[in-house]
């Protein structure tokens, strides 16, 4: 079964600090993908970023940053230098197969981001 | 807009009343997903669709869930005689299965669902 586990429930920091988001994960499949995902107090889920299993580069894009290591079965997400913005509700998720686009997703509980001016 | 959309965005329904909740996938999208999300929770898959055909309805969480997606574009989620556990917000995602996009779930803004 797949399993994905967030275990910061909350975290609450200042404008401009960094912060880090966990994502631990459990799957026996060999190839799946690791998304984060983005929901603010509006609702929608906004996709962030898509890792599929064979690639462990780590990625940057802006203030975000992504550090994926399979041998923890671990899929961070860091924000560098935090705005009021970044505040939402985030949510690593999980899907197996190897064409993609027909796996359902497994999500984690979501960890709450508050970023105070 | 160029996005999944998803009617009604609010639906207030008393125990036992029969509700529909309707999404519009960004189109040429094949796959479709439904998922619910209750509060303070990541959202839980329901169903999936392939076109029209549905292959997966693993989620469901009882017979009085029904979905469908008849002519493989809009779907809708039939929920019989709803009970005070159906409360929550049910998401609608579309997907394609080639091109750049693949594998990337788009989601709608949802249907806040609550059952009196």
Same mark, same amino acid.
């Given at each position: ?6 275990? /910061?429930? &909350? =975290? !609450? ?17 060999? +190839? ?24 462990? /580069?780590? &990625? =940057? !894009? ?17 924000? +560098? ?37 | ?116």
């Amino acid at each position: 079964a797949q399993k994905v586990t967030q275990a /910061q429930t &909350e =975290i !609450s920091v200042v404008e401009k600090e960094d912060v880090t988001l966990d994502c631990v994960y459990e799957t026996r499949d060999t +190839t799946y993908y690791l998304f984060w995902y983005k929901q603010p107090p509006s609702g929608e889920l906004v996709f962030l970023i898509r890792r599929n299993s064979f690639d462990e /580069q780590n &990625e =940057i !894009s802006g203030r975000y940053s992504w550090n994926f290591q399979k041998s923890t079965s671990s899929f961070n997400f860091t924000i +560098t230098a935090s705005q009021v913005v970044d505040s939402a509700v985030y949510f690593c998720a999980l899907s197996g197969g190897v064409w993609g686009g027909s796996e359902k997703l497994v999500f984690g509980k979501g960890t709450k981001l508050t970023v105070n001016p | 807009g160029a996005g999944v959309s998803q009617s009604p965005r609010y639906k207030v329904a008393k125990r036992g009343q029969d509700v529909a909740l309707r999404c519009d996938p960004i189109s040429g999208h094949v796959s479709l997903f439904w998922y619910q999300q209750a509060l303070g929770q990541g959202p839980e898959f329901l169903t999936y669709f392939q076109n029209e055909a549905q292959l997966d309805k693993s989620g469901l969480p009882s017979d009085r869930f029904f979905a469908e997606r008849p002519e493989g574009s809009v779907s809708t989620l039939k929920i019989q005689r709803t009970q005070q556990e159906d409360s929550a917000v049910y998401l609608c995602a579309s997907s394609p299965t080639v091109g750049k996009d693949y594998n990337e779930q788009f989601f709608g803004p949802g249907t806040r669902l609550t059952v009196l």
